[in-house]
């Protein structure tokens, strides 16, 4: 019986030449990156609104003035604690602001904290 072995040789490593019309025609970037804390800012935002209750929730509150929580019930098909939770993390987000009045929260729109995401999804 013959039996056929092969040597394994490595062969050098293949040298890659970059085409220059590759390299020319990317430009440098000029725009200033938004600092890492600002990417944080700005994620917590976009996590905020990801969900459609707090959209909604948003939505109502930037149609008046002021909002109690007890309002935020029926529109919203949502138990107190559901709309406690949901507050508190746009709260968390600084696009509303809430302030106690007897047993109830009243919530108002942050107009900076949308207009700095205006700004943002413009740049």
């Avoid at 040298?15 to 804390?37: G, N, Q, R, Y």
């Avoid at 990801?50 to 935020?72: I, Y």
């Avoid at 138990?79 to 508190?88: D, G, L, M």
Wanted: proline share 6%; aromatic share 4%.
């Amino acid at each position: 019986m013959l039996v056929n072995s092969t040597m394994n040789v490595m062969s050098p490593p293949k040298t890659i030449s970059i085409d220059e019309d590759v390299v020319s025609c990317c430009s440098p970037l000029t725009a200033i990156a938004m600092s890492e804390v600002e990417a944080v800012d700005i994620a917590q935002i976009f996590g905020a609104l990801s969900d459609p209750v707090r959209l909604r929730m948003l939505s109502l509150v930037a149609a008046e003035s002021e909002v109690c929580s007890c309002a935020l019930e029926g529109p919203l098909d949502k138990s107190q604690p559901t709309i406690s939770h949901h507050t508190r993390i746009l709260a968390e987000a600084g696009l509303i602001i809430g302030e106690r009045r007897g047993r109830w929260m009243w919530w108002r729109l942050v107009p900076e904290r949308l207009e700095e995401v205006s700004r943002i999804l413009s740049s």
